[in-house]
């Protein structure tokens, strides 16, 4: 384990700034700075409620309230979350050309917030309701609102009926492959990629680091735990992430 001093903060801006494909890609750890719990933390969303799966959430209405009702008190978690540190610090990344952009395993949208155009979002954004009948989809804070005020599951406006739900990824849901395919290019192509804030244990988010090493890019990891990839980096961090972004950004001249 290295940690995170001066010299590592150097070599780290280093690589970035030789770096002509550089990719960061984040988790959970990324968000916390915001104050938005990691769902698999002690306390967090998956510890409290049982799992309400895609099957039974298009089978069932009261799988559909039980979703809703998980949903919406998930909600004021992060509807009032801010970018931190880490998130400006990887938008002007973007915005002065360091990296090409971010895959993200993260539905808060703070990255775009922050101001990064370029995001692949694996598990889709919970910004946006999307109707599993028609496709349509629209800003998920008045339909928040809609349900904690009357108790009841919106129906879709357009095709009356439609199952609406967050255009997030549920379990048993597939990930969408178009944006998974993208992320995995985007991989492969890295000479540089940091993973942040990721525990990397779960796939596809294990294998595509993975992908940047096996076709000869770097690999830092910056993350609060250890990870099963940690012997594969070439460093690791284990320290705060806004401090450890802040201190590399620092050290770009």
């Not at 910004?127 to 989809?137: E, F, M, P, Y």
């Not at 492959?177 to 804030?197: F, M, N």
């Amino acid at each position: 384990m290295h940690c995170m001093n001066s010299e590592v903060a150097t070599i780290i801006a280093g690589w970035l700034k030789k770096a002509e494909n550089a990719v960061v890609f984040t988790g959970a750890g990324v968000s916390t700075e915001s104050g938005i719990p990691d769902f698999r933390s002690p306390g967090g969303v998956w510890s409290k409620y049982r799992t309400v799966y895609y099957d039974e959430f298009m089978a069932s209405a009261d799988a559909r309230y039980e979703y809703w009702r998980q949903k919406a008190e998930g909600d004021r978690d992060f509807a009032d979350a801010q970018p931190n540190n880490g998130h400006r610090v990887i938008a002007k990344w973007e915005r002065d050309g360091m990296i090409r952009g971010v895959i993200t395993q993260n539905i808060d949208g703070l990255h775009q917030v922050a101001g990064n155009q370029h995001v692949l979002e694996l598990h889709g954004t919970s910004r946006q309701i999307l109707c599993q009948d028609c496709g349509t989809s629209s800003d998920a804070a008045p339909l928040i609102a809609e349900f904690l005020e009357t108790d009841r599951v919106p129906a879709c406006r357009i095709c009356a009926n439609g199952r609406l739900k967050h255009a997030t990824i549920s379990f048993g849901q597939a990930l969408p492959v178009e944006v998974l395919e993208q992320a995995a290019a985007w991989c492969r192509q890295a000479d540089l990629l940091l993973a942040i804030g990721s525990s990397l244990v779960v796939s596809p988010a294990a294998d595509l680091p993975m992908l940047t090493k096996r076709n000869g890019g770097r690999l830092v990891i910056i993350n609060r735990d250890t990870t099963p990839l940690d012997v594969m980096a070439d460093k690791v961090i284990q320290e705060s992430i806004g401090v450890t972004l802040s201190a590399v950004d620092y050290r770009i001249v």
